[in-house]
């Protein structure tokens, strides 16, 4: 390993040198798990909420949630179907 090779690798474990601006993009700070949820899980106050842990289901209001952050009342107990 020549020594221009070793200060580059060192530099990037430090975020300095030639290759800092590559990881400045990278953010370890923050932690981002999905969507800001607009409503409270649907599964909160369905009926059927025993019954979907059982047979590990979801209907399409917890599918919506869980990719969007909101549900339409409509698609609460619809189109349950096993959890992916």
């Known amino acids: 390993m020549t020594t221009s090779n ?3 690798e ?3 474990s430090v975020g300095q040198g030639i290759y800092s601006s590559v990881r400045s993009n990278i953010n ?3 932690m981002h798990y999905g969507p800001e949820n ?3 899980c649907p599964c909160d106050t369905c009926p059927m909420m025993n019954n979907c842990l059982e047979d590990q289901t979801e209907c ?3 599918r919506n949630w869980c990719s969007k952050g909101d549900f339409k009342d409509t698609d609460l107990m ?3 179907r096993a959890c992916a």
């Open 6 to 8: 070793l200060i580059a």
């Open 10 to 12: 060192l530099s990037t």
């Open 28 to 30: 370890h700070e923050e």
């Open 38 to 40: 607009k409503r409270e």
């Open 60 to 62: 399409s209001a917890m």
């Open 78 to 80: 619809r189109l349950v």
